[in-house]
């Protein structure tokens, strides 16, 4: 069978795999506002499984945002489980036609994002270090609002259109603008 028969047979099960478009979601309530959620402080727990579903790592995040003009700045600061650190800033502007342009340093290109109803949806290119190499990564970042300080995230990671996994996280709004970080050795 030719290479290119077999790729016109598996067109219609990526099909099938793709997830809805974020408009899917319009009617969904409370209405998702994205700078209104993350600035001030935000915490978040989280976990990566691999295809076969083993959790392989797992992670607090405090989140400080902060609108800077017309732009919203995240500084994101990770505990792993296994001890290791991690910053990350995102620069975030929304455009004219509502969707979000995003950049960090370890973001390859730009980040781009739309929200409809109480989900948001982010896709973007991420350099991961790996046993001291640098893989990029595409991320299918999926996130639904449930209340007002309750957010649920689950991002696919693929490279080369294979699943390698799925990230899954938690995230919490601080009330009254607590910017006091928290103890991060919840997951010792």
């Given at each position: 069978?030719?290479?290119?028969?077999?790729?016109?047979?598996?067109?219609?099960?990526?099909?099938?795999?793709?997830?809805?478009?974020?408009?899917?979601?319009?009617?969904?309530?409370?209405?998702?506002?994205?700078?209104?959620?993350?600035?001030?402080?935000?915490?978040?727990?989280?976990?990566?499984?691999?295809?076969?579903?083993?959790?392989?790592?797992?992670?607090?995040?405090?989140?400080?945002?902060?609108?800077?003009?017309?732009?919203?700045?995240?500084?994101?600061?990770?505990?792993?489980?296994?001890?290791?650190?991690?910053?990350?800033?995102?620069?975030?502007?929304?455009?004219?036609?509502?969707?979000?342009?995003?950049?960090?340093?370890?973001?390859?290109?730009?980040?781009?994002?739309?929200?409809?109803?109480?989900?948001?949806?982010?896709?973007?290119?991420?350099?991961?270090?790996?046993?001291?190499?640098?893989?990029?990564?595409?991320?299918?970042?999926?996130?639904?609002?449930?209340?007002?300080?309750?957010?649920?995230?689950?991002?696919?990671?693929?490279?080369?259109?294979?699943?390698?996994?799925?990230?899954?996280?938690?995230?919490?709004?601080?009330?009254?603008?607590?910017?006091?970080?928290?103890d991060e050795s919840a997951l010792s």
């Amino acid at each position: 069978m030719s290479r290119r028969l077999l790729c016109l047979l598996a067109l219609p099960l990526c099909a099938a795999c793709s997830a809805p478009p974020v408009q899917h979601y319009a009617a969904g309530r409370p209405r998702f506002d994205l700078a209104a959620y993350f600035t001030g402080t935000v915490d978040a727990w989280g976990m990566f499984q691999q295809r076969d579903g083993e959790v392989v790592k797992r992670f607090t995040v405090v989140i400080e945002g902060r609108r800077e003009r017309d732009t919203l700045v995240l500084d994101e600061r990770f505990a792993y489980s296994d001890g290791t650190t991690q910053q990350r800033v995102w620069t975030l502007v929304q455009a004219a036609d509502g969707r979000w342009h995003g950049t960090a340093d370890d973001v390859v290109g730009e980040a781009v994002g739309e929200s409809a109803g109480n989900a948001f949806n982010w896709r973007y290119t991420l350099r991961l270090p790996v046993g001291g190499r640098s893989y990029e990564v595409a991320f299918d970042d999926w996130m639904f609002q449930m209340d007002d300080e309750t957010l649920l995230n689950r991002a696919r990671m693929s490279k080369f259109g294979i699943d390698l996994g799925e990230v899954t996280l938690f995230f919490r709004k601080r009330a009254g603008g607590d910017h006091a970080r928290r103890d991060e050795s919840a997951l010792s």
